[in-house]
């Protein structure tokens, strides 16, 4: 289930033919905890698979799915993520403050607002998660999906 402190990644996976058909997506589930949605993907039996998912889960055990995925010579290519905030539905409620990592959604100590700064933003997708109204969003940049 998604957690509210967790990481959200969007990873681009390509499987050589004789993994195309083996289960090691659906094992970073029962291996380690992560979620993921499939955003696209093209497997055919005995023909290099390309998968486009995004993943949800403690930011360690994601290392560890994406070196088990290596072992299987999956390759991964983690896809540029960026962040944004819609400004119009932001309430500055402060739930993001408390857990950005690098402080790049903070409350500006004058205005009492909650400021973002995507130059500081290490796009983990936390805020995606705990906002209330959903005014954090994370999307690819580099157009593998
Ligand atoms: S959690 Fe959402 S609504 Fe609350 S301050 Fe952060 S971005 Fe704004
Ligand atoms: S603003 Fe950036 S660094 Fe902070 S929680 Fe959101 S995605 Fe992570």
Redesign the pocket.
């Given at each position: 289930m998604e957690s509210e402190s967790k990481y959200k990644k969007i990873v681009y996976l390509t499987f050589p033919p004789d993994v195309s058909n083996k289960p090691v997506v659906c094992n970073l589930t029962r291996l380690y905890d992560l979620c993921f949605n499939i955003l696209k993907a093209q497997i055919t039996p005995r023909q290099d698979g390309q998968m486009t998912i995004e993943i949800f889960g403690d930011p360690q055990a994601f290392e560890h799915g994406m070196a088990y995925l290596k072992e299987h010579n999956v390759k991964v290519h983690p896809i540029t993520q960026k962040i944004s905030?819609d400004e119009q539905?932001?309430?500055?409620?402060?739930?993001?403050?408390a857990l950005c990592p690098t402080k790049a959604?903070a409350v500006d100590t004058t205005t009492r607002l909650?400021v973002?700064h995507p130059d500081k933003c290490s796009a983990c997708g936390i805020?995606t998660n705990?906002?209330?109204?959903k005014?954090?969003d994370v999307f690819p940049e580099n157009g593998h999906n």
């Open positions: 905030r539905t932001c309430i500055h409620c402060g739930m993001c403050t959604l909650v973002f805020c705990v906002c209330p109204v005014a954090m």
